[in-house]
């Protein structure tokens, strides 16, 4: 059986191999790349995809324990690799820095808007924490789902709830359903366009075919008019009829 695994280090999401069964929310102890980290099962898989661990299984208290103290020895960590980014004059900025629950390695994650030559710096990093360091560069919607929050909707980010990946996001998408164009309404926490517009964007695109599109010339009862407005799930469209402003179901209408 293959499970997706939510670390607390911030990390992707990875999928993992198990030969025992485990629930959604169980807290277990993985192997990864021969280190030890405590996840969350997020999801059975049941496609089978390739796996990057096995679960050594569920964590016990003595475990969540080690892991808080991971916690905050990672906080200690993220301090100190902030003052020698600094002194290394990187134009860099330090996100996170994990330890996986044995130490073995240093997850380090940060934002440049440049690429930066980190390997005076790696070497530092190497030689101060004495264990193998794991530098990301990661983007704004990483760095979303890595600190959450709710989203414009009320509820907490999708990113950091339950999305494995990103998907591709096109302003294409806020068009089919007829929604403001105003990328304040339409960017998320991360300042990129929210990761819900392509929730209902097949719906959209297939029900759009039946829609004419903004003005087009149409054929009414009452005459021609154009179209200015469209109600894609109320099934009407908003036209001007001389100097008056009707609405017509879809399918009371032709396009000229």
Do not use: W
């Not at 997706?4 to 102890?29: P, Q, R």
């Not at 990946?165 to 806020?174: D, L, R, T």
């Amino acid at each position: 059986m293959n499970y997706e695994i939510k670390f607390a280090h911030g990390e992707d999401n990875i999928f993992v191999a198990s030969d025992k069964n485990y629930t959604v929310s169980d807290m277990v102890l993985v192997k990864v790349d021969k280190c030890k980290m405590i996840g969350r099962v997020i999801r059975e898989l049941s496609e089978s995809l390739a796996t990057e661990g096995v679960i050594i299984g569920l964590a016990t208290s003595l475990d969540i324990e080690l892991a808080e103290k991971v916690t905050r020895d990672s906080d200690q960590a993220k301090v100190k690799v902030k003052a020698l980014v600094k002194s290394h004059g990187l134009d860099m900025k330090v996100i996170e820095a994990k330890y996986t629950l044995d130490y073995k390695r240093l997850y380090i994650s940060f934002t440049s808007e440049h690429r930066v030559d980190f390997r005076a710096l790696l070497k530092d990093l190497a030689s101060n924490f004495k264990t193998r360091i794991a530098l990301r560069q990661i983007g704004p919607r990483d760095v979303a789902k890595t600190f959450g929050g709710l989203g414009p909707c009320g509820r907490p980010l999708c990113c950091s709830e339950f999305m494995g990946e990103f998907p591709n996001v096109s302003i294409k998408m806020a068009k089919n359903q007829a929604l403001s164009l105003n990328q304040n309404k339409l960017n998320g926490l991360c300042g990129r366009l929210m990761c819900c517009l392509t929730y209902e964007d097949d719906f959209y695109r297939q029900a759009r075919k039946n829609f004419p599109d903004f003005g087009d010339v149409i054929k009414t009862a009452d005459g021609q008019a154009r179209v200015i407005g469209l109600n894609i799930l109320g099934n009407t469209v908003k036209v001007r009829l001389d100097n008056a402003v009707r609405d017509y179901d879809v399918t009371e209408i032709e396009v000229v």
